[in-house]
Nanobody
Framework: QVQLVESGGGLVQAGGSLRLSCAASGRTFSTYTMGWFRQAPGKERDFVAAITWRSSNAYFADSVKGRFTISRDIAKLTVYLQMNSLKPEDTATYYC????????????????????WGQGTQVTVSS
């Protein structure tokens, strides 16, 4: 069974940085795509970024391009979301997700594509 555990959330001032981590276990993830999504209260869950485990192809939402980066550490089975130049509108619960054998950009940006989800980590950006 795949397990995903997020960490690294917190409170930060606008313009600051945070790095989220997603520790994965339970599978060999070489054929997986890992995604980050976020959800603010009363809003839908939105795509943030995704990375293919094997080739490290990365995709980003337009709202975070140039500010966020995504990476993975194969040895540690961990995916990172580095968030820089944070804005109050980045405030949300951030979720890590995983799906096997899917890598098309058109599909990995959709929450329902993913089979496994973490519990989420809260990010709050103060103005």
């Amino acid at each position: 069974q795949v397990q995903l555990v997020e960490s690294g959330g917190g409170l930060v001032q606008a313009g600051g940085s945070l790095r989220l981590s997603c520790a994965a276990s339970g599978r060999t993830f070489s054929t997986y795509t890992m995604g980050w999504f976020r959800q603010a209260p009363g809003k839908e869950r939105d795509f943030v970024a995704a990375i293919t485990w094997r080739s490290s192809n990365a995709y980003f939402a337009d709202s975070v391009k140039g500010r966020f980066t995504i990476s993975r550490d194969i040895a540690k089975l961990t995916v990172y979301l580095q968030m820089n130049s944070l804005k109050p509108e980045d405030t949300a619960t951030y979720y890590c997700a995983a799906v096997r054998l899917v890598s098309s950009e058109a599909v990995v940006t959709t929450p329902r594509t993913y089979d496994y989800w973490g519990q989420g980590t809260q990010v709050t950006v103060s103005s």
